[in-house]
T-cell receptor
Framework: GESVGLHLPTLSVQEGDNSIINCAYSNSASDYFIWYKQESGKGPQFIIDIRSNMDKRQGQRVTVLLNKTVKHLSLQIAATQPGDSAVYFCAERSGGYQKVTFGTGTKLQVIP | EAGVAQSPRYKIIEKRQSVAFWCNPISGHATLYWYQQILGQGPKLLIQFQNNGVVDDSQLPKDRFSAERLKGVDSTLKIQPAKLEDSAVYLC??????????FGPGTRLTVL
């Protein structure tokens, strides 16, 4: 199917290496941040989240780091696998009705 | 647990025609979202419902787009008349309490 990754920044990594995907967010009032994975032809899928009162959170093979000083978010994927190939979006939530705003995305290509 | 259902999956129309998309959220999820995702970009929120009330439609082009969520369950998004720039994937998502959002597969709209 048509790729959602067209024109997006691309990160190519060797299978088994660690991946780091970076994101700059815009709203200093955002209280919650989420990383999503989107495969071609599918909707975004939740990976991991972090609240603004934390600076690090770990999941299975994934770690999210939050630096509020510079409004920067990163997603680290350990031992990257071919199934990790997708477009990754960071998103921030703010406001009374918890509006979620997505970033522009990064395409991750895993080289077997 | 069944996921978010959307139909149709694909739609091709001529400009100035009308089109409607349908979404069935996960049972019990109070919050429902419609997003527009243009190729190569992150999803952009069009409208957010809390039960059957609208809580955010600030980015919905109200001259041509409309959405409703009767009885606080299913939702429809309509475009009338469509323009070329409306070509995109329309994603529906639902959330139990405004945290993690669960996305449907999307409807890919092509306007010729």
């Amino acid at each position: 199917g048509e790729s959602v990754g067209l024109h997006l920044p691309t990160l190519s990594v060797q299978e088994g290496d660690n991946s780091i995907i970076n994101c700059a967010y815009s709203n200093s009032a955002s209280d919650y941040f989420i990383w999503y994975k989107q495969e071609s032809g599918k909707g975004p899928q939740f990976i991991i989240d972090i609240r603004s009162n934390m600076d690090k959170r770990q999941g299975q093979r994934v770690t999210v780091l939050l630096n509020k000083t510079v409004k920067h978010l990163s997603l680290q994927i350990a031992a990257t696998q071919p199934g990790d190939s997708a477009v990754y979006f960071c998103a921030e939530r703010s406001g009374g009705y918890q509006k979620v705003t997505f970033g522009t995305g990064t395409k991750l290509q895993v080289i077997p | 647990e069944a996921g978010v259902a959307q139909s149709p999956r694909y739609k091709i129309i001529e400009k100035r025609q009308s089109v409607a998309f349908w979404c069935n959220p996960i049972s019990g999820h109070a919050t429902l979202y419609w997003y527009q995702q243009i190729l190569g970009q992150g999803p952009k929120l069009l409208i957010q419902f809390q039960n059957n009330g609208v809580v955010d439609d600030s980015q919905l082009p109200k001259d041509r787009f409309s959405a409703e969520r009767l009885k606080g369950v299913d939702s429809t998004l309509k475009i009338q008349p469509a323009k070329l720039e409306d070509s995109a994937v329309y994603l529906c998502a639902s959330s139990p309490q405004g945290n993690e959002q669960f996305f449907g597969p999307g409807t890919r709209l092509t306007v010729l």
